[in-house]
């Protein structure tokens, strides 16, 4: 690509990778760069991605969606965005020491997840022993010893997710104990209830050991995360763009913020953290930017 790009994406995730990929086949030079391991590349294996029944991986779905991006003529480019400016002919943004000028911006920078404080947490992740994504993948938590680690109710409202898949869920409280308001229903649903903190974790074969309570050794076959995330919203702060109370960003029906021209789809837009949902996001984001370039051209024509 000679020159600037009409579009800039912020993110090579699902999400700004499907756009790239619409936005390339609109005939639109895009740029998009890559901050690096996305949160999709943590799934073993997916096995709620449409299209896929035996599975797939993240770090295949990636690929493949790069490959597709790169087909139409997207630049994918490695390094993070260091600023975003608006000026009179839409942006400037700081990419690897140089001043990148484009139309339009399409955040898709997502989420970072408040992984527990246990040894080898990633690790864990990596290997489905310790999951994030209850949407994602609780089927095939189905009949077997599930934890959940909470600090608040909304370790109570996982649990109680779970426990439409086992009659075998554990809530393990890791926060003050005042931020538990639900313990009713916790009761109700017959979960069992542990308030301390996680001392010790070790990773063996296919289960969790956690020694956690008074020496106290209990193995689970899964354990879930409910810590929840922050959303990776720094540069879109610094325009003042309109937040929702979770921290994510505030879009309309065409994925747009409250900045005229810079757009936003996936995790870092409230919704379901689902790559189904980002990349649908994504569509409608680039189908967005590309009618709306259309519209301004037609204009100065």
């Not at 974790?201 to 899964?222: C, Y």
Request: hydrophobic share 45%.
């Amino acid at each position: 690509m000679s020159g600037d790009p009409e579009v800039l994406i912020i993110g090579a995730g699902p999400a700004g990778l499907t756009a790239a990929t619409y936005l390339g086949r609109f005939l639109r030079r895009v740029v998009v760069a890559d901050a690096g391991e996305p949160r999709a590349c943590w799934i073993p294996l997916s096995h709620n991605m449409p299209g896929f029944p035996a599975g797939i991986t993240g770090a295949a779905i990636l690929s493949r969606l790069r490959e597709q991006a790169e087909e139409y003529g997207a630049v994918i480019e490695a390094g993070s965005v260091e600023a975003v400016k608006v000026v009179d002919a839409g942006f400037v943004a700081r990419l690897n020491g140089r001043d990148v000028h484009a139309r339009a911006v399409l955040m898709a920078t997502g989420v970072v997840d408040h992984h527990p404080d246990l040894p080898g947490v990633e690790d864990a992740v990596r290997r489905s022993l310790v999951r994030i994504c209850p949407i994602c993948d609780a089927y095939e938590a189905t009949g077997k010893a599930v934890a959940v680690i909470g600090a608040s109710d909304m370790g109570v409202r996982e649990a109680a997710f779970m426990r439409t898949y086992s009659d075998r869920v554990t809530l393990i409280h890791v926060g003050e104990p005042g931020a538990l308001t639900e313990r009713a229903a916790l009761e109700r649903l017959g979960i069992d209830l542990v308030e301390t903190p996680i001392e010790q974790v070790h990773l063996e074969g296919d289960r969790v050991t956690a020694l956690s309570w008074g020496g106290r050794q209990t193995a689970f076959d899964m354990v879930y995360s409910a810590l929840g995330t922050s959303a990776n919203a720094v540069l879109a702060r610094t325009l003042a763009a309109a937040l929702c109370d979770d921290g994510r960003l505030l879009v309309d029906d065409h994925q747009m913020t409250s900045i005229p021209g810079f757009y936003a789809a996936g995790d870092v837009v409230r919704g379901l953290n689902q790559i189904a949902v980002a990349t649908a996001e994504a569509a409608i984001a680039a189908t967005a930017i590309h009618n709306a370039l259309r519209k301004a051209d037609s204009q100065t024509v």
